[in-house]
């Protein structure tokens, strides 16, 4: 899941920022309310978080809202707000926001209010995967096979996250840095065959089929036949 934070504020961006991301979120960051919209026109966010007051348009985060909203009626959007007045929580929400939280916040809110938000998403299908021999819940940060639990660092978990949302379909490893990496991702090239890797050593044991496919020079896949 891919995450857009815009926060004027550096302290309080860098503090969400590395929380989403110890979570296993993708996460952009702008700082103004214009950069902010340019990148959620071009990049492929599941949820955008907002602070109320920042520079960049007139209006700040309220006008920022409302412009999402008008390109993108279901993506969801977290206002972010240091005034608990109730006129500005209903600005927000007439802005267009899906739900709001007032600074400051501690962050195990935050994290549930953002897996309420994507829980709600039309991307969001059941608040299960279940694909093959594997079960994942994204609220619970979960993986099963055959009942047995499969703990997962953030980033595989991500990676398995965006497979099993598409099964039976080949994912390029371009589109996995895109959902599970953010855009300001310029580490090695083979990242991603190494998560596969990391991934089939802890979802496999001796006798059982290895739920994820290479297809050489396009990209990999989870099938949804029992194995």
């Known amino acids: 899941m891919r995450i857009l934070v815009v926060e004027d504020d550096p302290r309080v961006a860098a503090s969400i920022v590395q929380l989403l991301r110890e979570a296993g979120y993708a996460v952009d960051r702008e700082a103004d309310a214009a950069a902010g919209l340019t990148t959620f026109e071009i990049e492929p966010e599941d949820l955008v978080i907002l602070d109320v007051r920042m520079p960049g348009l007139p209006g700040g985060g309220i006008e920022l809202c409302r412009r999402i909203r ?25 802005a267009g926001a899906d739900d709001y939280l007032v600074k400051p916040f501690h962050v195990e809110e935050l994290l549930a209010r953002v897996r309420a938000l994507l829980r709600r998403a039309p991307t969001v299908l059941a608040p299960q995967l279940s694909v093959g021999p594997l079960t994942l819940d ?12 499969i703990p997962l660092s953030p980033k595989e978990f991500a990676v398995l996250e965006y497979l099993m949302r598409h099964p039976d379909r080949i994912v390029t490893s371009s589109e996995l840095i895109d959902h599970a990496w953010d855009r300001n991702y310029e580490g090695y090239s083979n990242v991603v065959p190494t998560y596969i890797r990391y991934l089939r050593r802890k979802l496999t044991v001796p006798g059982e089929a290895d739920p994820i496919r290479t297809h050489r020079g396009a990209g990999y896949s989870v099938s949804s036949a029992q194995a």
């Open 138 to 149: 994204p609220a619970r940060r979960e993986v099963e096979r055959g009942g047995r639990g």
């Open 70 to 94: 008008a390109q993108s009626p279901s993506v969801p959007v977290l206002m972010l707000t240091a005034v608990g007045a109730r006129a500005t929580i209903v600005e927000c929400l007439d």
